[in-house]
């Protein structure tokens, strides 16, 4: 009797260890990569800004081995392993355990590798290395995107198509899709945001076409431009109502906006005190034409990213714009401010009364001071 007691405990507790086994939720990433000896390795979770967060780093061994163990595994989205200077990116739906990445380092770029146990990561990596090829067309390329899990959707779209209003359509197919199978998930928020802001965007252009030069018109109320400034910190255009502003649309690179800065220098000095003040939006950075020329080598881009912001940096200290309000999402002509204003060239100026509404579309530097004084 007690034997059969025993055995009866025993296949419990066995019944219990196999269940515990099968529902862990642990995550182990492995890789061997060739010419990848000794080297640091990254594994970084992605934004749809292509801003990383570094979730973890090991060095690989002599013979380019490594592996990462994440015991409470990780939520959906787009991750990347970085190794020295080169990168493979993951779209990962939480489900996985066991993922192997093989390859040689000198091919990464090139989506020449391996990848077992992420269907989804593969199914990016394929549809990558067959764009980058060329084997791709339009059509065939649209296709793809409509038959692939969203969030492989998503990673295509925002990789390849960034945040062209144009291409709204695409993107809003793509997220409602993607809001429906995976409910809840971070990344399905930040693209349901983005895809609302490129509506916005699209729908200003379209109606600045009908309407005039710019998606606005004196009398508009200004929209809102809410961007990261030279420290990161979100400054918004509505924090300054109750001041008369200029909105200035500028980059380090444009020579115009360079030969009009000591005018809005001098502007801004001699009408401070009254309740004037300057808030620029550069369009300095990269975009998605730009990046495409890297072929996904992430860290040549970080390094051109990197490199554009100094310059932004050094001419806001060059040209001595000591006001505080200098923003940029760091994107270049897809800068969703620009798109906001419909501005298609720079320099171009908005002044704003107090009440943030719109007295005058890119007035000359010759007529600024005298609609500042209609203001005042």
Request: proline letters at 3%.
């Amino acid at each position: 009797m007690k034997f059969k007691h025993f055995l009866t405990f025993s296949a419990f507790i066995g019944l219990f260890l196999l269940a515990s086994c099968g529902s862990q939720k642990g995550l182990t990433v492995q890789g061997t990569i060739d010419n990848a000896t000794n080297l640091s390795v990254f594994f970084d979770k992605k934004d749809l800004n292509n801003t990383v967060t570094s979730l973890d780093k090991i060095d690989s061994n002599s013979k380019g081995k490594f592996s990462f163990n994440f015991p409470d595994g990780i939520t959906p989205g787009v991750y990347r392993v970085r190794i020295g200077a080169k990168s493979i990116d993951l779209v990962l739906n939480g489900t996985e355990k066991n993922i192997k990445l093989a390859g040689d380092l000198q091919n990464l770029e090139k989506y020449n590798y391996t990848i077992e146990g992420a269907p989804l990561a593969d199914s990016y990596r394929s549809t990558m290395s067959d764009f980058a090829s060329q084997k791709l067309n339009q059509q065939t390329l649209m296709s793809t995107l409509n038959a692939a899990d969203p969030l492989v959707g998503m990673a295509l779209a925002n990789a390849l198509f960034a945040k062209n209003p144009q291409l709204v359509g695409v993107h809003k197919n793509i997220c409602e899709r993607l809001s429906a199978q995976y409910p809840g998930v971070q990344c399905a928020k930040d693209y349901e945001s983005m895809v609302k802001n490129l509506e916005t965007a699209a729908a200003k252009a379209k109606q600045s076409q009908s309407r005039g030069k710019y998606a606005v018109e004196v009398g508009d109320p200004a929209p809102e431009i809410a961007l990261p400034d030279v420290n990161g910190k979100t400054r918004k255009l509505s924090d300054l109502k109750g001041s008369i502003v200029l909105l200035d649309f500028w980059a380090s690179w444009c020579g115009p906006c360079r030969r009009a800065n000591p005018g809005v220098v001098e502007t801004y000095h001699k009408y401070k005190d009254q309740g004037f003040t300057v808030f620029s939006v550069s369009l300095d950075g990269l975009d998605s034409r730009t990046k495409a020329r890297f072929n996904g080598d992430q860290a040549r881009i970080d390094a051109q990213m990197e490199s554009s912001k100094k310059r932004w940096l050094d001419a806001i200290k060059k040209d001595k714009l000591t006001w505080d309000n200098h923003v940029s999402d760091l994107k270049k002509w897809e800068s969703q401010a620009s798109g906001l204003y419909g501005v298609r060239s720079i320099p171009t100026t908005f002044l704003l009364n107090r009440e943030g509404n719109i007295a005058a579309l890119n007035p000359r530097h010759t007529q600024i001071e005298s609609e500042i004084k209609k203001l005042l």
